[in-house]
T-cell receptor
Framework: DQQVKQNSPSLSVQEGRISILNCDYT??????FLWYKKYPAEGPTFLIS?????DKNEDGRFTVFLNKSAKHLSLHIVPSQPGDSAVYFC?????????????FGTGTRLTIIP | NAGVTQTPKFQVLKTGQSMTLQCAQDMNHNSMYWYRQDPGMGLRLIYYSASEGTTDKGEVPNGYNVSRLNKREFSLRLESAAPSQTSVYFC??????????????FGNGTRLTVT
């Protein structure tokens, strides 16, 4: 039972345009969400997070939006750059828990076309 | 500053063989983790150590053992490898485990194949 779903295995976007990566979750108890980015032959690195008390969090070119009623979050990258080509993992956890209950999605491979 | 270092990078085992994956972090983090990543699945937690001297099971602990040797080092042992344990293994660390706001720092992974 995949509680965190990334339904698009891959996405290609032109350099300079907006990249939108989507993530859906089924467990209504999830209230903290993170995005990790992974380059080939490297481990994932933390990118950005959002708590359920917010609906948006921004860090430079990266913005995460949370729609609690739809159980949906998205990561926007504007403008997209070649170095953004990577696999992006969405992850979710619950209040009163931490990393020991972190649930990851299956990842979306983003390719930025120069 | 190396962060999280895993050895080896690659390993091929025959069914029934044993091996230990090594992990060390130099960020003075309290908590360490072992994950596996399989095609079509997200990262799944095998074991974690909230602090030196403690270890706990994660989502998929069967077939594995761990040792938190000291604050820096956390090893994962396969006593009798099975083909189902073919995977990419990631070690990670964080300042603390029982907190949402404590992002994971990952090593570069060990690609293990069991034939």
């Amino acid at each position: 039972d995949q509680q965190v779903k990334q339904n698009s295995p891959s996405l290609s976007v032109q350099e300079g345009r907006i990249s939108i990566l989507n993530c859906d979750y089924t467990n209504s108890m999830f209230d903290y969400f993170l995005w990790y980015k992974k380059y080939p032959a490297e481990g994932p690195t933390f990118l950005i997070s959002i708590s359920s008390i917010k609906d948006k969090n921004e860090d430079g070119r990266f913005t995460v939006f949370l729609n609690k009623s739809a159980k949906h979050l998205s990561l926007h990258i504007v403008p997209s750059q070649p170095g953004d080509s990577a696999v992006y993992f969405c992850a979710a956890s619950r209040s009163n828990f931490g990393n020991e209950k972190l649930t990851f999605g299956t990842g979306t491979r983003l390719t930025i076309i120069p | 500053n190396a962060g999280v270092t895993q050895t080896p990078k690659f390993q091929v085992l025959k069914t029934g063989q044993s091996m230990t994956l090594q992990c060390a972090q130099d960020m003075n983090h309290n908590s360490m983790y072992w994950y596996r990543q399989d095609p079509g699945m997200g990262l799944r937690l095998i074991y974690y150590s909230a602090s030196e001297g403690t270890t706990d099971k994660g989502e998929v602990p069967n077939g594995y053992n761990v040792s938190r040797l000291n604050k820096r080092e956390f090893s994962l042992r396969l006593e009798s490898a099975a083909p189902s344990q073919t995977s990419v293994y990631f070690c990670a660390s964080s300042p603390r485990v029982y907190s949402n706001n404590s992002p994971l720092h990952f090593g570069n992974g060990t690609r293990l194949t069991v034939t």
